[in-house]
């Protein structure tokens, strides 16, 4: 048997490999039977272009992130240390010894990052083609999974008049089993697909409930009796269905489009944030007051401590009055203590700011109030 070539492996690592995550993670959910629905040829292509494209990315959000930080990030890895890696590797030989060791640490952290934007870029480009609905406007964003956009409303959904969102789908669904014609209803909450067609081969009701027509005399219909079939999901294979009529129930909100791409663009920004923070840990902070493994463990617990509040100010969740005090107190101490490190803050304003921020906390929580009950 042929032993692998040492090219061959760190051509795939990096010519295929960050394409196959990018592509994985973007067929996620209903889609995923879509990842294999093309020729190895075609697949090996879009790994290839998509590869490209999160290395690409990537080199460009830390050329970014150099500027911006003033940081010395992957320094070792130059013009000169590249052509002396990749000349040996070219010729199936291994790179000397003190050029490995020079240079093996960065290159672990941007072969993680490719690795790790890939899988970022993909989940994202999924979030944005679903959120801003790009498949619905332009046939190259969409999916092969037809009965994605038949169950979740289609052009219905997103070109009603009123511009509602759908609330949920409703099936009736005529199925012949054992020789009998029966007919069924619910709400259609989930389904599978064929991976090599498309088509459905199963669907499931939530709700379900078996029709029967009472006929009279002359056969004709008088009235449908209906009858819940007990259980969570009904499940019916799509071989026994003969036709099935889908309704569509919107909700009467409108949709919120802008705060849906505001909430995408927000995410996508707090994770390339904690994404920094997280790299920022391999690298030489000193010119920040940032010395030893205590001090970066500090800066990255206050700088998350920091995002996480932002993310709470900016989406709140709790409702009582007052709410946003406790969160912008805690970002202003966490910006108080990175910035403490430096020595541009005292250390007794840290802590009296920690201080207010745990007193506000405590007295500004919403009180719960217990229903007592009484008997006579």
Known sequence: MDQIALNTVIAVMMAIFPGFIFRKCYYTGEFTKQFNQSTEFDKLLWNVFFSSISIGLTFLLIYLFRGITGLKVLDSLSYETIHQLSGPIANNQIPQKDIISKTYKDLLVIVGLIYFFSCFFGLTLHWLVKTLRLDIWSPLFRFKNYWY????????????????????????????????????????????????????????????????????????????????????????????????????????????????????????????????????????????????????????????????????????????????????????????????YPTLVPFWSVIVSLSISIALAVFLQPKKHHNHTSTS
């Not at 219905?156 to 409703?170: C, M, R, S, V």
């Not at 004709?220 to 209906?226: G, I, L, R, S």
Request: with cysteine.
């Open 149 to 340: 956009y038949y169950i979740h409303g289609g052009k219905i959904l997103y070109n009603n008049p009123e511009n509602k969102k759908l609330a949920f789908t409703k099936a009736d669904v005529l199925c012949e089993i054992g020789g009998e014609t029966k007919l069924y209803s619910g709400i259609l909450s989930q389904y599978t697909v064929n991976k090599e067609d498309n088509n459905l081969e199963n669907i499931f009701l939530t709700n379900a409930q078996a029709l029967k027509q009472i006929k009279d005399a002359d056969g004709n219909t008088t009235a449908v009796k209906a009858r819940n079939i007990p259980g969570a999901v009904f499940c019916i294979p799509y071989h026994t269905v003969l036709n099935m009529n889908l309704v569509y129930v919107y909700r009467n909100t409108e949709s919120k489009n802008f705060q849906k791409f505001f909430t995408v663009v927000f995410n996508i920004l707090f994770f390339l944030c904690l994404t920094f923070i997280v790299v920022s840990l391999w690298f030489d902070l000193s010119k920040y007051g940032i010395v030893g493994v205590w001090k970066k463990a500090g800066f990255a617990w206050w700088s998350y401590f920091a995002l996480i509040n932002l993310r709470l100010l900016i989406f709140p969740k709790n409702k009582f009055k007052f709410s946003w005090t406790i969160e912008l107190s805690f970002i202003i101490t966490a910006l108080l203590w990175i910035l403490h």
